[in-house]
């Protein structure tokens, strides 16, 4: 081996014994870790249909954020236990006083200051919907003082809405699934969420349009507490990563049917 090669294989063998990850940490000290109660705590958001959703044949959540639960279970050989919510700020909420080790939230800087977030799996986008007859065309025209925006409480739009809305007035219906029926019991003018959905309650709900394109680009990502330890951020980190790039991530959105998710670079 010349000098050069062995330069650079010396640096190799360095940077690898140095990673948090090196694999001189037994898989039981990384579980412990990821997992310090001896069971994976997976917060499933059964709000985000692109995500979750629950199966009315079974009642048990189903759907991407549950397949990656299961497969990071897995791979740390731990029990899983699945905590469903309805909205995401519940979600928040549950990771943040770290009542469980993992969840699946679009990345935020608000909710960054309680969780430490992956680099995002998958984007979706987030979308406006208005009534049939109403005079916007485009999403330019929403931002108006006369106009009031229904938004599900906590959830990315409502937060992105919040800091990029400056003239028009946010109403929060309780959660995003309520959006469209909380919208059309009240005198509101456009409703804000993930578009899949509103797509979906378009097709039941007579009178109503999608404005065409989107309003933001929603980042998902995995999460956990904050205070977790560097190990386990790398260890989460590693794991979507390798979820993206073997397939698993595709694959799980298209035995869910799930249209209109890409999966991140």
């Known amino acids: 081996m010349n000098a050069r ?12 014994l140095c990673s948090p990850l090196a694999w001189g940490q037994s898989s039981q000290e990384v579980s412990q870790h990821m997992a310090p109660t001896g069971s994976l705590r997976a917060v499933i958001n059964l709000g985000n249909p692109i995500l979750a959703r629950q199966d009315p044949a079974t009642g048990q959540a189903v759907g991407v954020s549950v397949d990656l639960a299961q497969a990071l279970a897995k791979q740390l050989k731990v029990p899983l236990t699945l905590i469903p919510v309805t909205s995401a700020g519940q979600s928040v909420e549950v990771v943040t006083r770290g009542q469980a080790d993992v969840g699946f939230f679009a990345i935020d800087p608000v909710r960054g200051q309680g969780i430490a977030f992956t680099p995002p799996y998958v984007v979706i986008e987030g979308s406006y919907l208005v009534k049939q007859d109403s005079p916007l065309l485009r999403n330019e025209q929403v931002d108006q003082a006369s106009h009031r925006v229904v938004v599900g409480l906590g959830s990315a739009y409502d937060l992105y809405l ?20 909380f919208f059309m019991a009240g005198s ?26 989107h309003f933001m680009l929603i980042e998902q990502a995995m999460g956990q507490p904050k205070d977790r330890s560097p190990l386990a951020r790398e260890t989460l980190a590693r794991f979507v990563t390798e979820m993206k790039s073997n397939g698993f991530v595709r694959d799980s959105l298209q035995r869910h049917r799930i249209e209109g998710a890409v999966i991140a670079p």
């Open 5 to 16: 090669l062995t330069k650079i294989c010396t640096g190799l063998c360095a940077i690898a």
């Open 162 to 181: 919040t800091r990029a809305l400056t003239q028009a007035q946010l109403v929060r219906a309780p959660t995003s699934p309520q959006v469209v029926s």
């Open 188 to 213: 509101y003018d456009v409703a804000a969420g993930v578009k899949q959905q509103l797509e979906a309650d378009a097709q039941t709900t007579p009178g109503v349009r999608l404005l065409p394109g």
